[in-house]
Each structure stands twice: as C-alpha cells, then as structure tokens.
C-alpha cells in the first residue's frame, strides 16, 4: 500500500462517508489486492507451521476490511474473498488443536491484536475452533463473542463481522440433541436463543443504519438521489443477511410453540416495531411468515396482526397480508381438520384487518380490497358455508369502495376479482344468490366490467347445470345478470357497437337464453311463477333482446304445460289450483303481442302453442292459437319464398291437430287451402295445394292401436276423425291443373310425378275418387305430355327426376305383387310408363 | 371405414341449454368422417361445435334455422356405397310419415334416408331402403311428441354394410342398441 493510499484511507475513515463510484473501484481493487498477498503470506507460514506469523498475515489482512470507503456490495465482494482465506486457516487450526495444542490458549493470543476488526474476525475463527475442542463450555464462548462484538459499531463493518460470527456458529448451537449441548437444561439451551436473537437485533440495527451513511460531499443534489438511490438497492441486497439469523431460529427444536409464543416473537416483533425502517420491517414480516410454521402463526395471529397495523408509512402491508393468508389458505388445503378454532381465526382478522384500517388512513383502497380477496379465499377453504361472514366482507367491500369516489381501474380489477372468487370456488351459482352485498358489488362497477361479470355468472350456471329452483332466487339472479336483460342508463347506443360488441351481444343473448332452461322448480306452481318472473324481466328487455329471449320463454312454458297436464292426469287431482290453460292464457298474450315486431317468430310460435294446447285438450285455445298465426301470415308475410314455407307449415301443423270440431276444423282447412291456392308462383302453388289434399284425410292416430278396448275406441270416436275426400280430390285435381299449366317442363314432369305419389298414397285407403281409373288418367297424361315434346323422358328431365319416375313405377310394380296391396294396385296399367322410362 | 355422425334437433338456445354431459363425452373429435345433421342447430355455435368433430359437415335446413345460415332444404351425399339422403323432414306432409318418406326417398334417389323433425329415434326399411331419424340430441321440447329422450346415431359405414349405433339416454343413462344394414344388389 502506498503510503497517498493509505493516508487517503484513513482520511475517508475519519469522515465515514463514501467516496465516488470511480475511487471506490480503486480501493476496492487496491484493498482486493492486499488481501490475496496477506493471504498467501498467511497460507505459506501455515503451510510452515509457524501458527503466530499466519496470525499476524492474517490479521494484515483482514485491515482491508476497516475500510469505510466502500458502498455495501463492493464491501462484500471483499468479504467473500477474505472469509475464503479464514475458513483455510479455520481448518488449520481445526487440525493444529487436534495435534495437542490449546485452543483456549490461541483464543487469548489473538485478543491482543491492536486493531478491532482484525482482532474481533480472529477470535470468531478461533472462538469456533475452541467450541469445537469443546475446552470450555459452548456458551461462555459464544456470550463472550457477542459481547466482543458490540466493539464494531460501523454499520458495513458490523453487519458483516456478525453475519461472520452467525455462519461461524451455525451448527454449534447448542440445541436439543445436539453435540454442543453439555445438558439439556432448558435455560442453557434457551442461550442459543438468546444469542440468536440478540445477533439478530443488532444486525438490524446496523442494517437500518446502512441507509444513514452520508454520501460523498462533493456531488450535485441530483447525483446525490441516485447514489442514495443505489445505496438502498445494495442495502437491499443484504437483507438476506440479517434474515438469516431468524431462518436460524426457525431451526431450533429448542423454540417450541410454547417458546416461540412467549419469548422469541415477542422480541422479534419489538425489533421490527422499533427499528422504524419501512424496508426491514417489510422484509422481516415476509420472513416471519415465510420461516415459522403455519400453526405457530395460527396462536399468534393477533400479535402479528397488531404489528403490522403500526408498521412504517412506506411498507407494502397489502404484500403482507396477502403472504399471511394465502399461508393459511395452503396450510388450510391438507389440514383443515386440525384447525380447530375456525370462527375465531375470522374474529381475529376482522379485529386485525379494522385496526389496520383505522391506523393507517392511508391504505390504498385497492391494497384493502386485495386483502379483503385473500381472506374471502381463505374463508371460502376453511368454510365454505360460512356465508355470513363472508356477505359482511362484501359489504366491508362496497363500503370501502363506494367511499373512495371514482373508481381507479386498480380498484374495479380488485372488485372483479372479489366477485369472481366465490363465484368460481362455490361453483353454484344459487349460493352465490344467498348474499346480500354480491349485487351491490357489481353495481360499483362501470358498464364493461358489469356485462363481463353478469356472462361470467351466466356461463357458471351452464357449465355447472345448476338448476335454480324457485322464484325468489331467479328474481335475484335476474338482477344479477340485468344488464344482459334490460337497457342501462350508461349503455353506449347501438349505433356506437363495432363488430366485436355485435357479436358479444349475440353470445350474451344466447348465454340468457340457454339459461331459462335451468330455472325451473319441480313444483309447477312454483315452476309457473318462475316464467312470470322471467316474462316481466324479458318483456322489458327492448326488442333487441325479446326477439332472441322470448323463444325460450315460450318453450320453457309450453314443456311446463305438458308437466302439469300429466301431474293432474296421473295424480287425479281435479283441485290442482293450476291448470295448463292459465300457461295458454300466459303465452297468447306474449306471443300475439310479438307479431307485429317479430311476425315469423310470433307465427312459428303460434303454431307451436297450437300443437300443445291441441295436446292438452283446449280447442277454443288450439282454434285460437291457429287464427292467429293464420292473421299472422295474411297481414304481414310479403315475401313469396317465405309465403309459401309459412302456409304449408300451417297446413302441416294443421294436420296434426286433434281437437277440432268438425266445424271449427272444416274451417281452418278452408284457409289454409284458399291460402295455398292464391300462392303466386305456380310451382308453389301446385306444391301448396297437393300438400293440402292430406288435410281432408285425417286417421285418428290411435284408433287403431286401441281397436280392440271397445270403450276406449268409443271415447276415440268423439275425437276428430276428418274425411271429405271430395275436397281431398279436389286439391289434388286443381295441383295437376296448375302443373299442366307450367311452361318450363322440367319442373312441370316433376311435380306430375310428385302428385303421382300423393294419389298412390291414398290409393290404399280405397278413396272414392281416388282410384285406380284416377292414376290411370294421370299416367297417361305424363305420357302425353312427353310425348307433345317429341323426345324421350331423359332429354326431359335431369336423371334424379328420371330415376324418381322409374322408382314410382317400380313403387307400383311391387305394391302390385305384394298380398295386401294387390287388389287396390292390380289395375294401374304401368305399360305405357314403362315404355316412356326406357 | 368411415364413421358418420348422425344428429338433429339441437335447439340451442331455444329448447335446450346444451348437448348432455353424457354425449359430449362420448363426441370426441378425430373418430368422425362426416357429421350428417338434420337441421334445427338452431344457433351459429352449434354449428361450430359440428365443426370440431369431424371435417366433413352436412347440415340441411330445419324449420326454426335463421335464414341467413343459407343451409340447403336436401343434401345427398355419397359415402363409401351408399347414397345419403338428408332433409330436416318438417316439409314433407304429414310429418314422419312413413310412406310419404319413401316418396322423399324416391325423389332423391337415395339409398339411405336421414330426416329429423319429429324429435324421436326411429329405424326402419321398406322397399330395401333404410330409413332413419336419430332424434334430438338435446332432448328438446316437441309438440307432437311430449316424451322425449335425447339421442343420437353414429354409423359404421363399410363397402356394402352398415353398422348403426343407437346412443340414447334415459333417466341419466346412455344406452347403445345396435342395427346391422346390407344393400342389396341391384339386381333385386
């Protein structure tokens, strides 16, 4: 070392300040530098066995580490090198003592050592050696060295002399068991403790010091913010070193609950209540959380809790909490048996998480609510079914948002969270019904979060198949999703909607629509009282929503028709207070009132209301349900195509229907023919009318299934039993009128060979007018037809209509060589067809 | 071999909240050639769903599809030695009709003809042509047709046989009945 070097050390030393970032590396490598050649020196008088010259290296040395001059992290690149060359002579000396030597002797020479740091490194190296002789007992050395150790008050220097002191003694703490314990006597051991801990406060100490140290003198006030700046990274970067003594703690069978409750945290949490310093005391909570086990947390949860109320302004108490609770909420995963006191732990955090709110009026909202989410999680894994005290966090929720004003998005992330925990963990959407503070909760939120929340909700109960079962849950549910039913005040228009929102509507309608299925009661009065609830809220959900919302509604109705005509009829119960026909009177009101919106979806649904009440026995409502969608086609069904679709769904609705008088029927069939008959495109004309010749021959479905109970074929008989083959032939005459008519003769060969079919089918009914003679003239017209066209068949007509010609007669062919069939078939003459299909 | 999915009816969201757990599961994709499906989806995302079972999918239109979906009233389709007819079935009079199936049957030209409509399974042969409707896969709401189980149809379709597969639930319990199908040479 030069002699400007060292002076310019000792100068830095008096000031205790650091130097510039430049002059630092140069003491550093300087300082490095003296260390490997003391080092060497040291090993090669060991190497020589002359014991007093390696001390005395050793001690030359180790004067690098008086240094004031370093910033924490270039102090402790030095450190590392120089306790690389200690554990070397550690071992030495191990080895030497082995030999016959003293220990206690070389453990008094080198207290004689003038400088302190050298002096107090060499009497841990040999402090450990002279415990591991075991000359003397473990804890007289070990007192005597922390006492030693107040000598170094530097807070790098004495940070880094006990965390020596600390790895030197590791595995020497007498402990239960262990080699250095000459009893087990319970306040012997209970030194280790006390060693322990008191290492740890003073480290502390000086660690909080660390940020005190003055910066260098000659900087401007910006270059002095980063290099306060860079001190607090490096300070930071040697937390590790102080929280170690506590993992050390946490090691020793010594600190028992018992012990651990009454003296060791007690003291812990007085060092971190008094140090004051929002980093340490951040980072010693996180290490208490992390080191000691989960049921000693459990004991002394208000202890920690009252800590950390009155922690420093600047500590991330949220990042606390959250690290508590989700111990509790693993610990709670595979031992929620042992936990005995489950209300209390609540109780605690209640107290805990009000004196946190009341000490620091500055706790951010957002931080709050997180904390609040954790312990709902942890409520929701202790006990689900505490929904009480789960309601009241929720409640604590909204009271503190709605106080902080306008929401930051922090804030609403934190309130979809809070709502999306139970929802997800229950994974039943009707206890979620059972809160009083979940609606208010999304109310807080602004209109996206609001939708995105409510499909949430909705997507939870189809995914689960939670049936919800009665009206009160459903009315409460409807106000959970309501923004998916109804318009908001801060809806944006449609107009404003892009793509994107086009779709999610469709998707948000859908999920609503696929949920009505699931509110349903298996009582029906109950189950009735549902859809009115359900038709309130859709009415008023716009015509946007309705025209999507009210099919459900009205299938959902009708299927509970059926469910309560076959409790009546299967329980007798002429007194039921409900009859399907207060379902009818409920759906005609909202059906009819949909038609001048929604005209094809009103009349589809007509016709479906028609089915079912005709199921259910009513004919004035089936009679009535028929008109209606007949009106529905005359006043508002325009478009050809569609005409044609919609009449000959009426007509084949119609068809299926059983409860008409004679009259009532005789009348509806009327329209629907006249109605098909005025079609303007003749080949739906044609089409419509044939369709409607099935209208006039009507079997009763199960006369013939029970023909043979007399009794109940008679109660058949008052059923509708419709025949007027006289109208039935005459649909089918005025279709081959119109089909003749047709100028294009692909499509004309068709529907003759179409119509062919039709009078086949009701060949086998033995029809007065439609017999064999009938078939026989038909089939000569499709000759004449081919032939006024000069040509063969196949030049005519694409090969599917040849084939369906070819397979009709076929058709014949084998219904002619079939036994029940011979006699009505045998005199269709198929000669000339057969001829036309060659 | 070609596997063929046979299914109708679904009414989502209209009738039904969605295909039974049951039957998804047994719906996994990679197994399935064709889906045949007899219309009624009636959304846009059962559609998709079809979609994810197999590459080849056939829908033809039912009486509540939205017509912009633009599905065809008929499809045939060709399968191995088979002609597959399709049609939803609620235009033809009266509905599930046996003989008025045969003449939809004829006029297609088909060997094989698959409708839906009436929501309830039904297999039979005339004439030598097999005639089948697999149903409603959701169980949806009917109104000619009040007891109503979900079902299904899968296919096995080989040369000149066919293995069909009749998935069915009832009370919660899926049950599988089996109906073998030759075709008969031309020359009959």
């Known amino acids: 070392m030069s002699k400007r070097f060292k002076q310019q050390v000792k100068q830095l030393r008096k000031t205790s300040q650091l130097v510039s970032t430049n002059e630092q590396s140069k003491i550093s490598n300087q300082t490095k530098e003296n260390v490997r050649k003391f080092g060497f020196l040291m090993r090669r008088a060991l190497d020589q066995g002359k014991i007093p010259a390696a001390l005395k290296n050793a001690s030359q040395m180790l004067d690098g580490l008086r240094t004031s001059a370093l910033s924490p992290k270039n102090y402790y690149d030095l450190y590392m090198q120089v306790s690389d060359e200690l554990r070397y002579l550690e071992f030495f000396l191990q080895e030497d003592i082995k030999s016959g030597k003293s220990a206690s002797k070389?453990?008094?020479?080198?207290?004689?050592?003038?400088?302190?740091?050298?002096?107090?490194?060499?009497?841990?190296?040999?402090?450990?050696?002279?415990?591991?002789?075991?000359?003397?007992?473990?804890q007289d050395v070990l007192s005597d060295l922390i006492e030693m150790c107040k000598g170094v008050q530097h807070p790098t220097r004495g940070l880094f002399l006990r965390h020596y002191l600390s790895q030197m003694t590791k595995d020497k703490l007498p402990d239960k068991g262990s080699e250095y314990a000459s009893s087990n006597d319970q306040e012997l051991l209970s030194k280790s403790i006390d060693f322990t801990i008191k290492n740890f406060v003073e480290m502390n100490k000086l660690w909080v010091r660390i940020a005190h140290q003055k910066t260098p003198g000659n900087l401007t006030k910006k270059e002095k913010e980063i290099a306060q700046k860079n001190l607090d990274i490096e300070r930071k970067e040697l937390k590790i070193l102080v929280g170690t003594n506590l993992v050390r703690l946490s090691q020793l069978e010594i600190v028992t609950l018992e012990v651990y409750t009454e003296r060791v945290l007690p003291l812990l949490l007085q060092q971190i209540n008094e140090c004051g310093d929002p980093i340490a005391q951040e980072y010693l909570m996180e290490v208490i959380i992390q080191v000691?086990?989960?049921?000693?947390?459990?004991?002394?949860?208000?202890?920690?809790?009252?800590?950390?109320?009155?922690?420093?302004?600047?500590?991330?108490?949220?990042?606390?909490?959250?690290?508590?609770?989700?111990?509790?909420?693993?610990?709670?995963?595979?031992?929620?048996?042992?936990?005995?006191?489950?209300?209390?732990?609540?109780?605690?955090?209640?107290?805990?998480?009000?004196?946190?709110?009341?000490?620091?009026?500055?706790?951010?909202?957002?931080?709050?609510?997180?904390?609040?989410?954790?312990?709902?999680?942890?409520?929701?894994?202790?006990?689900?079914?505490?929904?009480?005290?789960?309601d009241r966090v929720l409640r604590f929720c909204y009271n503190s948002a709605s106080e902080s004003g306008s929401l930051s998005r922090d804030?609403?992330?934190?309130?979809?969270?809070?709502?999306?925990?139970?929802?997800?963990?229950?994974?039943?959407?009707?206890?979620?019904?059972?809160?009083?503070?979940?609606?208010?909760?999304?109310?807080?939120?602004?209109?996206?979060?609001?939708?995105?929340?409510?499909?949430?909700?909705?997507?939870?109960?189809?995914?689960?198949?939670?049936?919800?079962?009665?009206?009160?849950?459903?009315k409460k549910l409807t106000e959970y999703v309501k923004i998916l039913v109804q318009d908001e005040t801060d809806m944006p228009s449609e107009s404003e909607e892009d793509e994107y929102q086009k779709t999610l509507f469709l998707a948000e309608q859908d999920a609503v629509c696929r949920l009505v299925h699931l509110l349903k009661s298996k009582d029906h009065i109950e189950s009735f009282k549902i859809v009115q609830?359900?038709?309130?809220?859709?009415?008023?959900?716009?015509?946007?929503?309705?025209?999507?919302?009210?099919?459900?509604?009205?299938?959902?109705?009708?299927?509970?028709?059926?469910?309560?005509?076959?409790?009546?009829?299967?329980?007798?119960?002429?007194?039921y207070p409900l009859s399907p026909k207060k379902i009818f009177e409920f759906v005609y009101k909202i059906v009819t009132s949909l038609t001048p919106l929604f005209p094809l979806i009103s009349l589809k649904l007509l016709l479906q209301c028609a089915q079912a009440s005709d199921k259910c026995g009513f004919e004035a409502i089936s009679y009535e349900f028929m008109t209606k969608s007949i009106l529905a086609y005359e006043e508002h069904v325009v478009v050809s195509k569609v005409r044609f679709e919609m009449i000959t769904l009426i007509s084949s609705t119609l068809q299926t229907l059983r409860v008409f008088d004679e009259e009532n029927y005789s009348t509806l069939a009327n329209h629907a023919g006249g109605h098909s008959s005025k079609l303007m495109v003749v080949n739906d004309q044609a089409r419509a009318v044939y369709m409607c010749s099935y209208l006039f021959w009507i079997e009763d479905d199960e006369e013939e299934d029970d023909s043979e109970e007399d009794e109940e074929a008679d109660e058949d008989k008052e059923k509708i039993y419709f025949k007027d083959t006289k109208?039935?032939?005459?649909?089918?005459?005025?279709?081959?009128?119109?089909?003749?008519?047709?100028?294009?003769?692909?499509?004309?060969?068709?529907?003759?060979?179409?119509?062919?079919?039709?009078?086949?089918?009701?060949?086998?009914?033995?029809?007065?007018?439609?017999?064999?003679?009938?078939?026989n003239t038909l089939l000569e017209l499709i000759h004449r037809k081919i032939e006024e066209n000069n040509t063969d068949l196949s030049e005519l007509v694409e090969p599917q209509m040849f084939n369906f010609y070819k397979s009709t007669i076929k058709h014949i062919k084998y219904c002619q060589s079939q036994d029940e069939t011979e006699d009505l078939f045998k005199e269709i003459n198929i000669s000339i067809s057969l001829k036309d299909l060659k | 071999?070609?596997?063929?999915?046979?299914?109708?009816?679904?009414?989502?969201?209209?009738?039904?909240?969605?295909?039974?757990?049951?039957f998804k599961k047994l719906l996994v994709p990679g197994k399935i050639k064709h889906v045949l499906c007899t219309g009624n989806l009636t959304s846009k995302e059962s559609l998709e769903y079809l979609k994810t079972l197999a590459s080849e999918v056939h829908v033809v239109k039912g009486d509540f599809d939205d017509e912009n979906l633009n599905f065809p009233e008929t499809k045939t389709i060709q399968l191995e030695n088979f002609k597959f007819g399709l049609c939803h079935g609620h235009q033809i009079v009266p509905w599930g009709d046996q003989k008025s199936l045969q003449v939809l049957q004829r006029k297609m030209d088909v060997d094989i003809?698959?409708?839906?409509?009436?929501?309830?399974?039904?297999?039979?042969?005339?004439?030598?042509?097999?005639?089948?409707?697999?149903?409603?896969?959701?169980?949806?709401?009917?109104?000619?047709?009040?007891?109503i189980e979900?079902?299904?149809?899968?296919?096995?379709?080989?040369?000149?046989?066919?293995?069909?597969?009749?998935?069915?639930?009832?009370?919660?319990?899926?049950?599988?009945?089996?109906?073998?199908?030759?075709?008969?040479?031309?020359?009959?």
């Open chain 1, 106 to 138: 070389l453990y008094k020479e080198v207290q004689f050592i003038e400088a302190i740091v050298p002096r107090l490194y060499l009497m841990v190296t040999t402090g450990s050696v002279l415990i591991k002789s075991q000359e003397v007992e473990t």
């Open chain 1, 292 to 390: 000691f086990s989960d049921d000693y947390h459990i004991s002394t949860l208000p202890s920690l809790l009252q800590t950390i109320s009155k922690l420093a302004d600047g500590v991330n108490i949220k990042q606390i909490m959250i690290s508590l609770i989700n111990r509790l909420i693993k610990y709670s995963e595979s031992n929620v048996e042992d936990i005995n006191d489950k209300e209390q732990i609540f109780t605690i955090f209640s107290k805990g998480i009000g004196l946190i709110t009341k000490e620091r009026k500055n706790l951010p909202v957002k931080d709050l609510l997180s904390i609040l989410n954790s312990l709902i999680q942890l409520a929701l894994q202790l006990n689900p079914k505490q929904i009480d005290y789960i």
């Open chain 1, 411 to 474: 804030i609403i992330k934190e309130i979809n969270n809070l709502l999306t925990t139970p929802l997800t963990k229950y994974n039943n959407v009707n206890i979620l019904l059972e809160f009083e503070n979940y609606s208010p909760l999304i109310e807080l939120l602004p209109y996206g979060d609001r939708r995105k929340i409510a499909l949430k909700i909705i997507e939870n109960v189809l995914q689960n198949s939670t049936y919800i079962r009665t009206s009160d849950k459903v």
């Open chain 1, 533 to 575: 609830v359900l038709a309130q809220k859709i009415g008023n959900g716009g015509e946007r929503r309705i025209k999507h919302t009210v099919s459900p509604l009205v299938f959902s109705s009708l299927l509970l028709s059926f469910k309560i005509r076959d409790y009546i009829e299967d329980n007798e119960e002429e007194q």
């Open chain 1, 727 to 775: 109208r039935l032939q005459g649909c089918i005459s005025r279709a081959i009128r119109v089909a003749g008519s047709l100028m294009e003769s692909a499509s004309m060969f068709q529907l003759l060979f179409e119509i062919l079919n039709v009078c086949l089918y009701f060949l086998r009914y033995d029809i007065e007018q439609i017999n064999t003679d009938y078939i």
């Open chain 2, 1 to 22: 071999m070609v596997l063929i999915l046979l299914i109708g009816d679904i009414h989502i969201p209209q009738r039904s909240f969605g295909i039974p757990e049951q």
């Open chain 2, 113 to 147: 003809l698959v409708t839906g409509h009436t929501h309830e399974f039904t297999a039979f042969q005339l004439e030598n042509k097999l005639f089948i409707n697999p149903g409603t896969v959701t169980g949806a709401y009917s109104g000619f047709n009040d007891e």
């Open chain 2, 150 to 188: 979900p079902s299904f149809v899968l296919m096995d379709v080989k040369g000149s046989k066919i293995i069909t597969y009749v998935y069915q639930l009832k009370d919660g319990d899926v049950s599988v009945e089996k109906i073998t199908y030759t075709k008969p040479s031309e020359n009959d």
